[in-house]
C-alpha cells in the first residue's frame, strides 16, 4: 500500500502531520493546531480522516482535533494525560503499539517539554512523530520536566535507525541553528546544514522532517555527551545531563 506523510504548515510556525493512503481515501493526523490548513489539505485529495494522534497537550498542538472529529475517527493520546487532552477514543502507554492505515506505530514516553508527552514512531516507515521533544536542530522548552528526563527522552530517540525522519511540531530550525553555530562554529556539518535551511526557507519550503543522522551530526541538545561539545563549552569532566542542561539554558536566554 502506497503510504504519503505530508507536511502542513498551520498558525504562524507549527506543522500538523498527515499520513496518507490515496489508494484507500484514508488519512491520519498527527497534532492538529488548527483545523483549516488540514481540512483544505485532505479535501483536495478526497481524504476521510481514520484516526488523530496527539503528542501532547498544549493548545497549539490540539485545537483543531475536534473540528477534525467524524463519528468514525478515532482520537489517541496518552493515557497519563487524559485528563488535559481532547477527549481519547484511544488511551495509549508507552511501550505499547496499535495500527493506523494498515502500519505499526509504536509509543514512546519522551517527558521533558511536559510530562505525559509521547512520540510515535512507524518502524516500517522509519518515521518519528516527536511533537515537541525532540525538534529540527533543537528540543522543546522545558516547561514540565526536568533536564533528566528531557536528556533521557533525546537520549531513547537518539538510539533509533539513523535513516529515521524526524516530524517535529515547529519551523524553528533557522533560528535554532544561528544558536548551535554560538556553541559549534567550527562544526562544518552544521555549516553546510545552515546553508541548506536558509536556502530552503527562501524557497519558502519547510526544513521538518529532518534526518536522524543530520541531527546527530548538528543538533547541540543531542551531542552534550561528545568530549568534543563539553570541551566546546567549557565542562570537561561534568555528566552529560549537566552538560545538556547548560546548553538548554544557554538557549533559552538566547
Not at 502507554?93 to 514512546?108: K, M, N, W, Y
Not at 533521557?152 to 535554532?176: D, K, M, R
Request: with cysteine.
Amino acid at each position: 500500500m502506497t503510504i504519503e506523510i505530508l507536511t502542513i504548515p498551520c498558525l504562524s510556525d507549527n506543522y500538523a502531520f498527515v499520513i496518507t493512503a490515496p489508494d484507500r481515501g484514508q488519512a491520519v493526523v498527527v497534532d492538529a493546531p488548527e483545523a483549516g490548513p488540514i481540512v483544505k489539505a485532505l479535501e483536495s485529495r478526497g481524504l476521510d480522516v481514520t484516526d488523530i494522534l496527539i503528542t501532547h497537550h498544549h493548545s497549539d498542538h490540539v485545537d483543531g482535533v475536534d473540528h477534525l472529529r467524524r463519528p468514525t475517527t478515532r482520537v489517541v493520546g496518552a493515557a497519563a494525560d487524559a485528563h488535559r487532552l481532547p477527549a481519547l477514543d484511544l488511551a495509549v502507554a508507552p511501550g505499547e503499539s496499535f495500527q493506523i492505515l494498515g502500519e505499526t506505530v509504536d509509543v514512546i514516553d519522551v517527558p521533558g517539554h511536559t510530562r505525559g508527552h509521547i512520540a510515535y514512531y512507524m518502524p516500517d516507515r522509519g518515521a518519528l512523530f516527536s511533537g515537541d521533544s525532540l525538534m529540527a536542530m533543537g528540543c522543546g522548552r522545558l516547561f514540565e520536566g526536568t533536564p533528566e528526563e528531557m536528556w533521557s527522552s533525546l537520549s531513547a530517540l537518539s538510539a533509533l535507525p539513523g535513516g529515521t525522519l524526524v516530524y517535529s511540531g515547529h519551523e524553528y530550525t533557522a533560528a535554532n541553528i544561528r544558536f548551535a553555530l554560538t556553541i559549534e562554529p567550527k562544526n562544518a556539518a552544521l555549516a553546510a546544514r545552515a546553508a541548506k535551511v536558509d536556502a530552503a526557507r527562501a524557497a519558502g519550503k519547510p526544513t521538518v522532517p529532518s534526518r536522524l543522522t543530520d541531527e546527530l551530526a548538528t543538533n547541540p541538545f543531542l551531542r552534550a555527551a561528545l568530549p568534543a561539545m563539553k570541551q566546546a563549552i567549557d565542562m570537561e569532566g561534568e555528566t552529560d545531563v549537566d552538560v545538556f542542561a547548560a546548553i538548554r539554558g544557554r538557549k533559552d536566554r538566547f
